[in-house]
């Protein structure tokens, strides 16, 4: 023990000296300020390589080392959550970081295939004090005893499952699994779905795969950045401390709603119209919808112009929306080529009457003053309007706004489901703007002009530069010398348009950052839990931010509730990349004790007798309750007094429409959209528990629950589950005790 702890004193010494190193650089940085642009872009670049640098080695200090590994042949390793050496000139390993090839042992390694591995030591630390040691020998012919050999194995990974909870999710980097482990370092390319029934790890082991990926890919990732994709705010809110504790902060976490950059969606629909909103039909009425809104005139619009009036008839519209349309170019990207075969075609009509010869010669204006008519009707706001009568400039809100208040091209009942005039987005809507988004495009070609325009004029002015080394300096130049006297020497090794790259401002933002605000943006890798709720507009969404198809998909289908979900991970993924995709299952149940997930697994039971849950490895010996009550807040709120854990917290999930009495009797309990996870009394409806754990669950009124509701529900509990109801209990629970000490009524 003592060996150790001195090891982990020296270990956080060295630590306490990078960050120190790390702090001085970022304030040397800032202090220098910069009076040109090298100057600031230096700056800017060494603030950020050491304030990433500061981010981990902040979160590395929460068990900084872990575990170590004896070798056969001599070799000892530290392992620990982030890489960190020594300040010698062989920059000697201190702790090896666990995501490292050499850190697998640790995790794979056993008995019977030790991997080269004479002992195994687990390493449990609180702050900086070592508490516990437990090794576990692997080369059964080595005669070596420290003392702190262990009999259970799993001794380390049961104390780690049986601590309380603390309302948000903690990493597993101590405790991972083989079958975790092999998951978590899946190759990077390609489709890998993760299923796994309640407490099986999967979410967890998805962010450690995150977490690996930064690292074994880390130029590439970090240029790209990773999305992980949450079912709702609470549960981002759970999951949100995992990886910045790994050292990893450049992902971005955001629920499907979030999904279409300028758009919040706290609206609501009924389950009908989410399910009619995600089918897969809808990409088709919306294609239709665009084409709806290229009309035709009925039967002509008249133009005043001041030679005389313009008749804009159909036969012009008609031949001008067929060219535009010929491009295949997204709405708003084609209109431009809509406009100009109609003014072409005006000028011809203009040019026609006014300079036609009435003998029948040629027309009597020449190309010139052709030309001259048709600036003129370009540059009419009356030709302008009739254009944007017939092919109007859209925005992706304009248009749904539009179609859910006039839902054509959907039958007559979905229609109903969906029409809605104003109100607030819903997260159903967000994928319907990002089709509307790729069907309208965007019109950014005065933009790109600009933008042209200026490298143009940086390019012109880095040649000037260049021209100055060879004494051709003008006195432009000579006022700038100063400035880009940097670059000078450079002459003989970059051209005029390389130099103008180098001097073009940088975006300093995150790869993360600057994705939450392009709705464009590749992602390297896509993580998205909760897969199996996505409807197919959804999927269609999420296979558009990653054109290369690297995503890790995470779900269970038997807690499918959304109307519109993708039970079958076929019939997701079979449309985008074939069979190209591995299913890997997770068959452990590491959070829900036995005597609960027995509870569970009969309700699915009661429909599918087939049904088998995940294995439970943890046994509590404490039984689920029901307490059958005619005053449910009253009774919900004495089942909550009595079971509050000392430590850990407690869960109310109920049917959303109890949430407001039950609220009035549980003050001091969150909720809301987004609750205060850390809270030792929580109040959620079962979708807002998705992903979640907590010590103790009191379910309420399970009958008004759907199926996979219910058992979402149920197995959110790793110590204590009761049930509190004032009607008849559904099928699977309508054999548990009452509540002890508690008499029914």
């Given at each position: 023990m003592r060996n150790e702890q001195e090891f982990i004193d020296l270990l956080h010494e060295r630590l306490a000296e990078l960050r120190a190193g790390a702090e001085a650089s970022v304030a040397q940085a800032l202090a220098q300020g910069g009076s040109t642009f090298q100057a600031r872009l230096e700056r800017d670049v060494m603030v950020a390589e050491q304030s990433g640098l500061l981010s981990a080695f902040n979160a590395g200090e929460r068990g900084l080392c872990f575990g170590r590994l004896a070798f056969r042949d001599g070799r000892d390793h530290h392992i620990g959550r982030i890489g960190i050496r020594r300040d010698d000139a062989e920059r000697t390993p201190l702790v090896i970081d666990w995501r490292?090839?050499?850190?697998?042992?640790?995790?794979?390694?056993?008995?019977?295939?030790?991997?080269?591995?004479?002992?195994?030591?687990?390493?449990?630390?609180?702050?900086?004090?070592?508490?516990?040691?437990?090794?576990?020998?692997?080369?059964?012919?080595?005669?070596?005893?420290?003392?702190?050999?262990?009999?259970?194995?799993?001794?380390?990974?049961?104390?780690?499952?049986?601590?309380?909870?603390?309302g948000?999710?903690?990493?597993?980097?101590?405790?991972?699994?083989?079958?975790?482990?092999?998951?978590?370092?899946?190759?990077?390319?390609?489709?890998l779905v993760v299923e796994g029934g309640p407490g099986t790890g999967k979410t967890v082991v998805a962010l450690h795969r995150a977490a690996y990926l930064l690292?074994?890919?880390?130029?590439?990732?970090?240029?790209?950045?990773?999305?992980?994709?949450?079912?709702?705010?609470?549960?981002?809110?759970?999951?949100?401390?995992?990886?910045?504790?790994?050292?990893?902060?450049?992902?971005?976490?955001?629920?499907?709603?979030?999904?279409?950059?300028?758009?919040?969606?706290?609206?609501?629909?009924?389950?009908?119209?989410?399910?009619?909103?995600?089918?897969?039909?809808?990409?088709?009425?919306?294609?239709?919808?665009?084409?709806?809104?290229?009309?035709?005139?009925?039967?002509?619009i008249v133009i005043d112009h001041e030679d005389g009036e313009l008749l804009l008839d159909a036969d012009i519209a008609a031949g001008a929306r067929h060219h535009a349309r010929a491009t295949k170019l997204p709405h708003n990207l084609a209109r431009p080529y809509f406009a100009f075969h109609v003014i072409d075609a005006l000028t011809t009509q203009l040019a026609d009457r006014i300079g036609a010869d009435p003998y029948g010669g040629p027309n009597f204006l020449g190309p010139d003053d052709i030309a001259q008519?048709?600036?003129?009707?370009?540059?009419?706001?009356?030709?302008?309007?009739?254009?944007?009568?017939?092919?109007?400039?859209?925005?992706?809100?304009?248009?749904?706004?539009?179609?859910?208040a006039d839902p054509v091209?959907?039958?007559?009942?979905?229609?109903?489901?969906?029409?809605?005039?104003?109100?607030?987005?819903?997260?159903a809507d967000v994928p319907l703007l990002d089709e509307a988004a790729e069907l309208l495009g965007e019109d950014d070609s005065a933009a790109r002009a600009a933008a042209e325009a200026e490298r143009q004029r940086q390019v012109a002015y880095a040649q000037g530069v260049l021209d100055m080394s060879y004494g051709s300096r003008t006195q432009e130049f000579e006022d700038r010398e100063d400035e880009d006297s940097e670059v000078l020497a450079a002459h003989d090794l970059v051209d005029a348009e390389r130099l103008a790259?180098?001097?073009?401002?940088?975006?300093?933002?995150?790869?993360?950052?600057?994705?939450?605000?392009?709705?464009?943006?590749?992602?390297?890798?896509?993580?998205?839990?909760?897969?199996?709720?996505?409807?197919?507009?959804?999927?269609?969404?999420?296979?558009?931010?990653?054109?290369?198809?690297?995503?890790?998909?995470?779900?269970?289908?038997?807690?499918?509730?959304?109307?519109?979900?993708?039970?079958?991970?076929?019939?997701?993924?079979e449309p985008y990349v074939g069979d190209r995709w591995e299913h890997v299952r997770l068959g452990v149940n590491y959070r829900t004790p036995a005597e609960v997930m027995e509870v569970a697994a009969g309700v699915l039971r009661s429909a599918d007798p087939s049904f088998e849950p995940p294995r439970s490895?943890?046994?509590?010996?404490?039984?689920?309750?029901?307490?059958?009550?005619?005053?449910?807040?009253?009774?919900?709120?004495?089942?909550?007094?009595?079971?509050?854990?000392?430590?850990?917290?407690?869960?109310?999930?109920?049917?959303?429409?109890?949430?407001?009495?039950?609220?009035?009797?549980?003050?001091?309990?969150?909720?809301?959209?987004a609750p205060d996870l850390t809270r030792p009394v929580v109040l959620l409806d079962p979708r807002q528990a998705k992903g979640l754990e907590f010590d103790a669950v009191i379910v309420t009124e399970p009958a008004e629950f759907g199926l996979s509701d219910l058992y979402v529900a149920l197995t959110r509990a790793t110590q204590r589950l009761g049930i509190v109801h004032t009607g008849t209990l559904p099928a699977g629970l309508n054999a548990l005790p009452a509540h002890p000490g508690v008499a029914t009524h």
């Amino acid at each position: 023990m003592r060996n150790e702890q001195e090891f982990i004193d020296l270990l956080h010494e060295r630590l306490a000296e990078l960050r120190a190193g790390a702090e001085a650089s970022v304030a040397q940085a800032l202090a220098q300020g910069g009076s040109t642009f090298q100057a600031r872009l230096e700056r800017d670049v060494m603030v950020a390589e050491q304030s990433g640098l500061l981010s981990a080695f902040n979160a590395g200090e929460r068990g900084l080392c872990f575990g170590r590994l004896a070798f056969r042949d001599g070799r000892d390793h530290h392992i620990g959550r982030i890489g960190i050496r020594r300040d010698d000139a062989e920059r000697t390993p201190l702790v090896i970081d666990w995501r490292a090839e050499v850190a697998r042992p640790f995790y794979l390694a056993t008995g019977h295939t030790p991997m080269g591995l004479r002992r195994r030591r687990h390493i449990t630390t609180e702050g900086r004090r070592v508490t516990a040691l437990h090794d576990e020998i692997l080369d059964l012919t080595d005669a070596e005893r420290t003392g702190h050999e262990g009999s259970d194995a799993d001794a380390v990974l049961l104390s780690a499952l049986d601590a309380a909870r603390t309302g948000r999710m903690h990493d597993i980097v101590q405790t991972i699994q083989a079958e975790q482990d092999r998951i978590i370092r899946a190759p990077h390319r390609g489709v890998l779905v993760v299923e796994g029934g309640p407490g099986t790890g999967k979410t967890v082991v998805a962010l450690h795969r995150a977490a690996y990926l930064l690292y074994a890919h880390r130029e590439q990732l970090s240029r790209r950045a990773v999305l992980i994709v949450g079912p709702n705010p609470a549960f981002l809110g759970y999951i949100g401390e995992v990886l910045p504790s790994l050292g990893e902060t450049g992902v971005l976490l955001a629920t499907p709603g979030e999904l279409f950059p300028g758009v919040t969606a706290t609206g609501t629909d009924t389950p009908r119209a989410a399910e009619v909103k995600g089918a897969a039909t809808m990409a088709d009425a919306l294609a239709a919808y665009v084409r709806d809104r290229q009309t035709l005139p009925d039967p002509v619009i008249v133009i005043d112009h001041e030679d005389g009036e313009l008749l804009l008839d159909a036969d012009i519209a008609a031949g001008a929306r067929h060219h535009a349309r010929a491009t295949k170019l997204p709405h708003n990207l084609a209109r431009p080529y809509f406009a100009f075969h109609v003014i072409d075609a005006l000028t011809t009509q203009l040019a026609d009457r006014i300079g036609a010869d009435p003998y029948g010669g040629p027309n009597f204006l020449g190309p010139d003053d052709i030309a001259q008519l048709g600036k003129a009707i370009a540059a009419s706001s009356a030709v302008h309007a009739a254009i944007e009568e017939l092919w109007p400039a859209l925005t992706p809100q304009r248009l749904i706004a539009d179609f859910l208040a006039d839902p054509v091209h959907l039958s007559e009942a979905d229609a109903e489901a969906v029409r809605r005039e104003g109100g607030a987005w819903t997260p159903a809507d967000v994928p319907l703007l990002d089709e509307a988004a790729e069907l309208l495009g965007e019109d950014d070609s005065a933009a790109r002009a600009a933008a042209e325009a200026e490298r143009q004029r940086q390019v012109a002015y880095a040649q000037g530069v260049l021209d100055m080394s060879y004494g051709s300096r003008t006195q432009e130049f000579e006022d700038r010398e100063d400035e880009d006297s940097e670059v000078l020497a450079a002459h003989d090794l970059v051209d005029a348009e390389r130099l103008a790259e180098r001097h073009e401002e940088e975006d300093h933002r995150s790869a993360a950052e600057r994705a939450a605000a392009d709705r464009t943006w590749a992602f390297g890798h896509i993580i998205v839990d909760e897969a199996q709720e996505l409807s197919p507009m959804a999927w269609r969404l999420l296979m558009r931010r990653c054109p290369t198809r690297s995503m890790t998909l995470v779900g269970d289908p038997a807690q499918t509730s959304e109307p519109g979900g993708c039970g079958a991970w076929r019939t997701v993924l079979e449309p985008y990349v074939g069979d190209r995709w591995e299913h890997v299952r997770l068959g452990v149940n590491y959070r829900t004790p036995a005597e609960v997930m027995e509870v569970a697994a009969g309700v699915l039971r009661s429909a599918d007798p087939s049904f088998e849950p995940p294995r439970s490895i943890r046994s509590t010996d404490v039984r689920p309750w029901a307490l059958h009550t005619g005053d449910l807040p009253r009774a919900v709120a004495g089942a909550v007094a009595r079971e509050l854990p000392e430590e850990g917290r407690l869960a109310v999930i109920a049917p959303r429409a109890h949430h407001a009495a039950l609220s009035e009797a549980l003050p001091d309990a969150a909720h809301g959209p987004a609750p205060d996870l850390t809270r030792p009394v929580v109040l959620l409806d079962p979708r807002q528990a998705k992903g979640l754990e907590f010590d103790a669950v009191i379910v309420t009124e399970p009958a008004e629950f759907g199926l996979s509701d219910l058992y979402v529900a149920l197995t959110r509990a790793t110590q204590r589950l009761g049930i509190v109801h004032t009607g008849t209990l559904p099928a699977g629970l309508n054999a548990l005790p009452a509540h002890p000490g508690v008499a029914t009524h």
